[in-house]
């Protein structure tokens, strides 16, 4: 990458996060009645529901602590981090010590959540947040709560599931992904530990022995426990570009950690893989779910281009061109680049379209919902800024 | 109508449903090695999943033991409803009495049900192959579950949802609907009683005075357990045009048993309004979902067109169009019927395409899938026709 298109790509993203996309989400998320964030906005930032998943309000967290650790401790982010923090300290656990997965606007916890991602984000956000502010108790929730996870990552929690017993037998690549990650910001309160590489050497071994499968040059959501592939059933047969491209930058920020090239250059040749098998030669950008065998994908979303997907591979991309050199990432960010800069921005209110149809028209205006939230999209825009400054 | 369309419209219904449908069912679905039928069929009937799941085995035993009773007793629609039902008696139940709601190809149980809905389809299926082979196990097993269903739906399943209890209770259309065309049926076994009268009734009340909403002109799914609106939550605010619709035409049919002009005029209505607010005036077709105040509809398909969702509205407008006379549903009727026959059939397979993405493209080309089964568009052919022929 020369230097004029460096410069004019970290303006570009510097503009996008603190002039557009930091300023959407100061205006039109903070709750000042009750505490935390709606994240249920309609393309105008309008709220079109009060009531709050613990996904967004952990990751709304976590984006402004990151911003306040990473770039400055400007006050009004630690106030926004604050709205939100006390929030979860307030609402967030049951007394079983899991987390909610939904509440109304005042804080009423509406749902349990299946699975262990309302905690996992809760942990990263408590990690920032006792970075920048020192709160004893932010440490001690983080500490607590990560052990409780590993934990529940090798059990399935009871209830959480209508699976019978033993019938089919599976393992997620979300699971593995997600705590490697975790760890890594986990490092961030403790150092590095014993504990924390048992748990990413686990976390990497999953990933690369039972997920990745190197002769199919594809990763796999779900495989036998014993990382076998599951062909014969469409879940055995599902791939999400944009989450194995996630995945990807996750493993070259770890191999960086560790010093591990190895790691690097699988990850590397990751999201090549996922980047040729994912991409719509049609009408461009990544398909949200395919099957690695070309039958009928069953999610009835699909064929759609989701904002994430192309966040995750633009950082991903640009990280590894950062570290391999090779000109076949640039290319590929290029495309990507190009592609995601021309559908998604809304240029009437600013921030993203989050959801497009298969051939890039928009297919949902709001802006926010209990999915699409001050995460993907600012997370990739601060990193690759940060990552465009050391170019 | 005049005799000309009429005698068209039969031909065509008649050779769709006899050179077709069912002969693409007939030909692919039966799993004569371990009973019941595949439904995860490719668009030329390959099976791309052998995994049975509950509601497409118990529709397709329906659907063939209807075409005995109602056609004529040809003995291999007799076997294939014999396949299926051989197959539920086998494995459908758990030893609580419930139904599972998945199943392996051989029958092993996958996964249990959250709702009711599997039982549903169970009983119509075991009402239709009574009538058909004699068989008192399967009338047994009609009254028990019908039974046990009607009061598994005024008291939820324990564990069977995630949602903290009495945080925000809400009840649903589906139930009072599907109550309501199963107790029809159970008539075909029992005729009328006053149990039968008492559930119809509370399905009525609960449909009319809760769900329909007369001064919106709208049927809401979800309402307050007092039948007051919930518009500050979007599941309040959900609209299912074709889900309404089909609930229109289980109330005209009801409104004929009972000879209750009242409910056929209300049932009339629905359908109209419905199709007034439902209607694609872009790009024509039925929307999946919408959101009674305009606000963003959340579900990733929000804007695919479904099969069902016209087979159930065409069955709606001949019918109501036939009970009332008004050129209205003709005019609705044409303006389905067109978008229909040019957007769901195959030509080169045979049978419709599902789903279609809110231009009227394809988005997915299987036949068949969990979902899509032996069941709408040959319920609405063969219901069609029969009306057909009456007119």
Redesign the interface.
């Known amino acids: 990458m020369n230097e004029s298109k460096i410069t004019a790509l970290k303006n570009l993203y510097e503009h996008t996060l603190f002039d557009d996309v930091i300023p959407f989400w100061m205006k039109h998320s903070p709750d000042r009645k009750h505490g935390g964030y709606f994240t249920?906005l309609?393309n105008d930032g309008s709220v079109?529901?009060?009531?709050k998943s613990m996904w967004p309000q952990a990751r709304e967290v976590w984006f402004f602590s990151t911003l306040c650790d990473t770039v400055e401790k400007r006050a009004e982010w630690l106030d926004m981090a604050k709205l939100g923090w006390d929030f979860i300290m307030k609402h967030a656990f049951h007394e079983s010590g899991r987390a909610?997965?939904s509440f109304?606007r005042d804080g009423?916890?509406?749902?349990?959540?299946?699975q262990i991602f309302s905690e996992t984000f809760i942990i990263i956000a408590a990690v920032r947040y006792h970075r920048v502010t020192g709160d004893p108790e932010a440490a001690r929730i983080a500490r607590d709560l990560y052990r409780k996870v590993v934990q529940w990552a090798e059990t399935p929690i009871a209830?959480s599931q209508?699976?019978?017993h033993g019938?089919?037998a599976m393992i997620g690549h979300a699971i593995p992904m997600i705590l490697l990650n975790v760890t890594r910001e986990m490092t961030l309160l403790d150092g590095e530990s014993d504990e924390f590489n048992e748990v990413t050497e686990r976390c990497l071994a999953k990933i690369f022995d039972y997920h990745i499968h190197t002769d199919r040059k594809l990763l796999f959501e779900q495989v036998a426990p014993d990382g076998s592939l599951m062909l014969?059933?469409?879940e055995g047969r599902l791939v999400l570009p944009g989450h194995a491209i996630e995945s990807a930058w996750f493993l070259m920020q770890e191999g960086v950690a560790r010093k591990d090239l190895s790691i690097i250059d699988r990850a590397c040749d990751l999201t090549l893989w996922m980047l040729d098998f994912g991409w719509d030669e049609e009408y461009g950008g990544l398909y949200y779910f395919l099957d690695s065998e070309g039958?009928?994908?069953?999610p009835?979303?699909?064929?759609?281009k989701l904002w994430w997907c192309h966040n995750e591979a633009l950082f991903a991309l640009l990280l590894a061109h950062k570290l391999k050199g090779d000109p076949i990432f640039e290319e590929w960010y290029d495309r990507v680049h190009e592609y995601s800069f021309t559908h998604h921005p809304d240029p009437e209110y600013g921030e993203w379209f989050g959801?497009l149809?298969?051939?890039g028209s928009v297919?949902?205006?709001?802006k926010g919902?209990?999915w699409k939230c001050c995460f993907h999209l600012p997370r990739q825009l601060l990193y690759s800024w940060q990552l465009l400054k050391e170019m």
Chains 1, 2 share one sequence.
């Open positions: 249920m309609n079109y529901s009060t009531d909610y997965f109304k009423t916890p509406l749902t349990m959540p299946r209830g209508k699976a019978i019938s089919r014969d059933i469409p039958k009928p994908p069953l009835l979303e699909w064929d759609m959801y149809h298969r051939d297919s949902h205006r709001f919902s209990n």
